[in-house]
């Protein structure tokens, strides 16, 4: 009946090779999303790289109150519901990926702040939610989004940044 907490969640890997999340090490179930209460960092310092995987079902998307950071060589696979983005940015040096089913959402919704989207990675965004009470969601590089942008509430600043926009045959 409740969901995980967690502070700042950093998932990071001080041993040999890739380190490939799975059952038991995931974010999984269609029962109560997990909440972050802080930043959720995949990779963090550690001198090797992680896969990390969110294949929550729920109809609530995985929370970040906190930044969402996914470090150069890491990956994010965003395999379920998705997530909801309320501190300062979405930062990809690594790989943010999602798979062929389910809702895949990035929703952004911090209040009195501004948010961006930064990095140098490569971002697989399927469906894009804007709907913050009050600021703006600034794109601080080029992005494509693969099927939708919901812009509920709040400006989206380009930046002079490219939106690419895919329709669908």
């Known amino acids: 009946t409740t969901g995980a907490y967690y502070p700042n969640l950093i998932i990071e890997n001080s041993f040999g090779g890739n380190w490939l999340t799975g059952i038991g090490s995931a974010f999984t179930g269609v029962g109560i999303a997990a909440a972050i209460k802080g930043s959720f960092d995949v990779g963090g310092q550690g001198v090797n790289t992680v896969t990390f995987l969110n294949e929550n079902t729920n109809a609530l998307t995985t929370l970040v109150q906190g930044s969402l950071i996914i470090r150069s060589g890491s990956t994010l696979q965003n395999f379920g519901t998705g997530f909801e983005i309320q ?17 895949r959402r990035i929703v952004f919704s911090g209040g009195v702040k501004t948010q961006n989207i930064s990095g140098a990675g490569t971002i697989g965004l399927f469906d894009l939610i804007v709907n913050k009470s009050s600021d703006t969601l600034k794109l601080q590089r080029a992005i494509t989004i693969d099927n939708t942008l919901t812009l509920t509430n709040g400006p989206l600043i380009l930046n002079q940044k490219k939106l690419a926009l895919v329709v669908a045959s």
Request: hydrophobic fraction near 30%.
């Open 87 to 103: 501190g300062d940015s979405l930062s990809v040096e690594g790989t943010l990926s999602y798979d062929a089913a389910d809702g």
